[in-house]
C-alpha cells in the first residue's frame, strides 16, 4: 500500500512564508500524480494544487495562483507546496494525496492520503 506523510505546518503571520511537505512511502511505483486540498471548521475541502512526477500536467486553484508553487523531488518521493504571501483566509488543515492516475482537484480521484497538517496564518 502506500503512505502518506506531510509536515511543515505551523503558525505564520500574515505576508509571510511557509513550505509545506508530502512524502510517499510503500508502492510507491503506482504513483502518478499527488495534489494538495485544505479543509477550515465549517468550511468546504477546496483544491490548493496537485502535480505529477513529471510536473506535467500540473494545475494550482483560483485562491492560491501566484501565491503558491506546488513542486517534486521524485528522488525523496517527496512534494512540496511552497505558500508566499499568505492570508489569514489560508488558515486550515491542509491534505496530501496520492493518486495512480490524474485527478488534478477532484478529491474522489485520490487513493490515499495524509493525516494532515495545520497552517494557521495570524492577522
Known amino acids: 500500500q502506500v503512505h502518506v506523510v506531510e509536515s511543515g505546518g505551523g503558525l505564520v503571520q500574515a505576508g509571510g512564508s511557509l513550505r509545506l511537505s508530502c512524502t510517499a512511502s510503500?508502492?510507491?511505483?503506482?504513483?502518478?500524480?499527488m495534489g494538495w486540498f485544505r479543509q477550515a471548521p465549517g468550511k468546504e475541502r477546496e483544491f490548493v494544487a496537485a502535480s505529477s512526477w513529471s510536473g506535467t500536467p500540473s494545475l494550482t486553484g483560483d485562491p492560491v495562483t501566484g501565491r503558491f508553487t506546488i513542486s517534486r523531488d521524485s528522488a525523496k518521493m517527496t512534494m512540496y507546496l511552497q505558500m508566499n504571501s499568505l492570508k489569514p483566509e489560508d488558515t486550515a488543515i491542509y491534505y496530501c494525496?496520492?493518486?495512480?492516475?490524474?485527478?488534478?482537484?477532484?478529491?474522489?480521484?485520490?487513493?490515499?492520503w495524509g493525516q494532515g497538517t495545520q497552517v494557521t496564518v495570524s492577522s
Open positions: 510503500g508502492r510507491t511505483s503506482d504513483i502518478y500524480a
Open positions: 494525496g496520492a493518486g495512480a492516475q490524474w485527478s488534478g482537484s477532484s478529491y474522489p480521484g485520490y487513493d490515499s
